[in-house]
C-alpha cells in the first residue's frame, strides 16, 4: 500500500475512532475500543474500499505520532476523542512538567481561564517541549509554548491519564499552573 493511501486509511480511522463511530455502525466501548474487524467492515462499508487487517497493521507500523493500539484483538485512539461518550481512562500521576504550545489568538483566553478540552474529552499535554512545538504549529506557524506545573496540578487535584508515550491527558487545567516560555 502507499504512502498517501495509508494516510487516508489513518485518517479514516481516526474519524471513526475518535468523532463518530455511529457513521461506520461502530459502538465504542467503554475504554474507547471496538472488534477490528468491525473498524475494518464499518469503514470499507462506509467508504466503499477494500482495506484488510494487513491495511491497519501498516497504518499501526507507520513513523511518527502514534494514534492507534490494538490489544487483544481490539483497536483504540489513544487520544483526541470527540464523542458524546466518555471513554474511561485510568488515572496517572504525571510528570513533574508538561507543555501545550497554543496559538497567538487563544493565549488571552488561556491566560484568564487555563487550559480547556474545548470539543475534545481532555487537555492534551505533550512531555517534550519539540513534541508541543508539532502540534502547536498546526494552527500557529510560531506557537506559544506554555510549561505546565504537572505536579502541583495533580498535589492540587486535576486528574491527569495517559495518551501515548509522548501525549498526557487532563481535566482543565487552571492557569495558575501555566508559564510562558521561551524556545
Same mark, same amino acid.
Given at each position: 500500500?502507499?504512502?498517501?493511501?495509508?494516510?487516508?486509511?489513518?485518517?479514516?480511522?481516526?474519524?471513526?475512532?475518535?468523532?463518530?463511530?455511529?457513521?461506520?455502525?461502530? /459502538?465504542?466501548?467503554?475504554?474507547?475500543? *471496538?472488534?477490528?474487524?468491525?473498524? @475494518?467492515?464499518? &469503514?470499507? #462499508?462506509?467508504?466503499?474500499? /477494500?482495506?484488510?487487517?494487513?491495511?491497519? @497493521?501498516? $497504518?499501526? #507500523?507507520?513513523?511518527?505520532?502514534?494514534?492507534?493500539? !490494538?490489544?487483544?484483538?481490539? @483497536?483504540?485512539?489513544?487520544?483526541? %476523542?470527540?464523542?458524546?461518550?466518555?471513554? $474511561?481512562?485510568?488515572? &496517572?500521576?504525571?510528570?513533574?512538567?508538561?507543555?501545550?504550545?497554543?496559538? %497567538?489568538?487563544? &493565549?488571552?483566553? @488561556? #491566560?484568564?481561564?487555563?487550559?480547556?478540552?474545548?470539543? #475534545?474529552? %481532555?487537555?492534551?499535554?505533550?512531555?517534550?517541549?519539540?513534541?508541543? !512545538? *508539532?502540534?502547536?504549529?498546526?494552527?500557529?506557524?510560531?506557537?506559544?509554548?506554555?510549561?505546565?506545573?504537572?505536579?502541583?496540578?495533580?498535589?492540587?487535584?486535576?486528574?491527569?491519564?495517559?495518551?501515548?508515550?509522548? &501525549?498526557?491527558?487532563?481535566?482543565?487545567?487552571?492557569?495558575?499552573?501555566?508559564?510562558? *516560555? /521561551?524556545?
Amino acid at each position: 500500500m502507499k504512502d498517501y493511501e495509508l494516510v487516508r486509511l489513518s485518517k479514516r480511522m481516526s474519524y471513526a475512532l475518535r468523532h463518530h463511530p455511529d457513521e461506520f455502525g461502530l /459502538e465504542l466501548s467503554s475504554d474507547g475500543s *471496538v472488534e477490528i474487524g468491525r473498524l @475494518i467492515e464499518g &469503514i470499507n #462499508r462506509a467508504t466503499s474500499s /477494500e482495506y484488510t487487517l494487513d491495511s491497519v @497493521i501498516a $497504518v499501526l #507500523r507507520m513513523p511518527g505520532k502514534k494514534r492507534f493500539f !490494538l490489544k487483544d484483538g481490539r @483497536i483504540a485512539a489513544y487520544y483526541g %476523542h470527540t464523542t458524546e461518550r466518555k471513554v $474511561v481512562r485510568m488515572e &496517572i500521576a504525571p510528570p513533574s512538567v508538561l507543555y501545550h504550545a497554543t496559538s %497567538h489568538k487563544a &493565549i488571552g483566553c @488561556i #491566560r484568564k481561564e487555563g487550559l480547556l478540552p474545548m470539543r #475534545r474529552q %481532555h487537555v492534551h499535554l505533550s512531555a517534550t517541549k519539540e513534541t508541543a !512545538l *508539532v502540534a502547536g504549529r498546526r494552527r500557529d506557524g510560531h506557537p506559544v509554548l506554555l510549561k505546565v506545573d504537572a505536579k502541583r496540578a495533580y498535589e492540587d487535584g486535576v486528574r491527569f491519564y495517559q495518551g501515548n508515550e509522548d &501525549i498526557y491527558l487532563a481535566d482543565p487545567i487552571g492557569a495558575g499552573y501555566l508559564t510562558e *516560555v /521561551e524556545y
